[in-house]
């Protein structure tokens, strides 16, 4: 089972600074990966795939890059609505598909 | 555009079955596309993937779930479901239904989207 580990659990930044997320996974998953973003009391949005193409939608303050073992979410400028978990999801080696711990961004 | 909605008791025994159903609407189950998916996030916790089926009834799953886990199909009524058998309190979460990708798309080989709202099911005497 392929593990994923994100960093920092929690992450506090202002309103329109830049926030970075890393997500490592314990063997290569190539660019087979993606983000979603969970706001509270609702259901996870997908943000990335492909760990670097923006989903239908996102907008381009949401960047992702990485491949192999490590990635990174960028939110270049962070907008109110963006304080929220986010997720990455490995699905280069299935079953089970898996998910990091998350990331919390807080004000 | 294509909505999931899960459905099912909200309150379940110990050793009883979770049993849930997810209505596909907006677009057809019976593609070659997507897997159907279910997910369950316990409270305050993280993402857990409990399983993925084929319209036509193949599907991987959990092999930390798989001997308790079924997941079917009902393609004249667009739904699928999930069936958990013997649960316990260590069951109770967020479950959530949502589509999976299975054919590339775009450069997409496998995300997750969209999600159903999600249904909170607890399990409790």
């Known amino acids: 089972e392929i593990v994923m580990t994100q960093s920092p659990a929690t992450l506090s930044v202002s309103p329109g600074e830049r926030a970075t997320l890393s997500c490592r996974a314990s063997?290569?998953?190539?660019?087979?990966l993606a983000w979603y973003q969970q706001r509270p009391g609702q259901a996870p949005r997908l943000l990335i795939y492909?760990?670097?193409t923006r989903a239908s939608g996102i907008p381009a303050r949401f960047s992702g890059s990485g491949s192999g073992t490590e990635f990174t979410l960028i939110i270049s400028s962070l907008q109110p609505q963006d304080f929220a978990l986010y997720y990455c999801?490995?699905?280069?080696?299935?079953?089970?598909?898996?998910f990091g711990g998350g990331t919390k961004v807080e004000i | 555009q294509l909505q999931l909605q899960e459905s099912g008791p909200r309150l379940v025994k110990p050793s009883e079955t979770l049993s849930l159903t997810c209505t596909v609407s907006?677009?057809?189950?019976?593609?070659?596309?997507?897997?159907w998916a279910w997910i369950r996030q316990p409270p305050g916790k993280g993402l857990e993937w409990i399983g993925s089926?084929?319209?036509?009834?193949?599907?991987y799953y959990n092999s930390s779930l798989r001997s308790r886990v079924t997941i079917s199909v009902d393609t004249s009524k667009n739904q699928f479901s999930l069936n958990l058998s013997s649960v316990t309190a260590a069951d109770t979460a967020v479950y959530f239904c949502?589509?999976?990708?299975?054919?590339?798309?775009?450069?997409?080989?496998?995300?997750?989207?969209?999600w159903g709202p999600g249904t909170l099911v607890t399990v409790s005497s």
């Open positions: 089926l084929y319209y036509s009834g193949s599907g």
């Open positions: 063997q290569s998953v190539g660019s087979n």
């Open positions: 492909g760990a670097s």
């Open positions: 907006g677009g057809s189950i019976s593609t070659d596309n997507y897997y």
């Open positions: 949502a589509r999976h990708v299975r054919l590339e798309r775009n450069g997409d080989y496998g995300s997750i989207d969209p």
């Open positions: 999801q490995q699905y280069h080696n299935w079953p089970p598909l898996t």
